[in-house]
């Protein structure tokens, strides 16, 4: 079975940068579309990034020039590279798997998503 672990969250400055990874420590995640999600205390979980078993890659209004998502599939593992970092961006970040094929429009939906991991932490200041 997959079983993902994020890990790279900290606390930086704003303007600073961070790399989240999630790995997956069962069969492999090749052909999965994969994201990244967050969440705050008071606001619902929210998609930040995506990329496809291909490689193609959608990012959220909010993200989009400063996150940059990757995956490296020999190493089973997907990363997130935060730079400008802003206070809001602070968050627990998730790293999700689609088990199954999921629409364009559905990228940034969390129940489209069927693995998650337990997340890390990351806090701007």
């Known amino acids: 079975d997959v079983q993902l672990v994020e890990s790279g969250g900290d606390s930086v400055q704003a303007g600073g940068s961070l790399r989240l990874s999630c790995t997956d420590s069962g069969r492999g995640f090749s052909h999965y579309c994969m994201g990244w999600f967050r969440q705050t205390r008071v606001n619902e979980r929210a998609g930040v990034a995506s990329?496809?078993?291909?490689?193609?890659?959608s990012y959220g209004d909010d993200v989009k020039g400063r996150f940059t998502i990757s995956r490296d599939n020999a190493k089973n593992t997907v990363y997130l590279q935060m730079n400008s970092l802003k206070p809001e961006d602070t968050a627990m970040y998730y790293c999700a798997l689609a088990a199954s094929p999921i629409r364009v429009s559905d990228e940034f939906r969390p129940s489209a998503y069927n693995v998650w991991g337990r997340g890390t932490q990351v806090t701007v200041s």
């Open positions: 990329i496809d078993s291909a490689g193609a890659t």
